[in-house]
Nanobody, 131 residues
Framework: QVQLVESGGGSVQAGGSLRLSCAAS????????MGWFRQAPGKEREGVAA????????YYADSVKGRFTISQDNAKNTVYLQMNSLKPEDTAMYYC????????????????????????WGQGTQVTVSS
């Protein structure tokens, strides 16, 4: 089974940067897709970014395009979310998720950023952006 360990959350001023990390066990063996989700108070959880493991294909929500970058380090079995130009509306609990089975071919951004298919979730890490 995949276990996800997150780190990197914290508080930052608007315009600042933060990098989240998600270490996944058995990443290179079985993980097909990794994603970052967030949930703000009173809001539904939304997909922020996703990456297809091994293919270097990435997806982003429109709200974070150009500001956030998802990347992977296979040697460390880790996925990162580099967040730049942070805005107060980025404040949320951020969750790392992993898909261990199923097809990912021809996946659209809508599909990649949806919760369907993700099998494992991290505990969440809080990101707070002050104005």
């Amino acid at each position: 089974q995949v276990q996800l360990v997150e780190s990197g959350g914290g508080s930052v001023q608007a315009g600042g940067s933060l990098r989240l990390s998600c270490a996944a066990s058995r990443y290179t063996y079985s993980t097909k897709r990794m994603g970052w989700f967030r949930q703000a108070p009173g809001k539904e959880r939304e997909g922020v970014a996703a990456i297809l493991v091994g293919g270097a294909i990435t997806y982003y929500a429109d709200s974070v395009k150009g500001r956030f970058t998802i990347s992977q380090d296979n040697a460390k079995n880790t996925v990162y979310l580099q967040m730049n130009s942070l805005k107060p509306e980025d404040t949320a609990m951020y969750y790392c998720a992993a898909q261990q089975s199923g097809a990912t071919s021809w996946m659209t951004a809508i599909q990649a950023l949806a919760e369907r298919g993700y099998n494992y979730w991290g505990q969440g890490t809080q990101v707070t952006v002050s104005s």
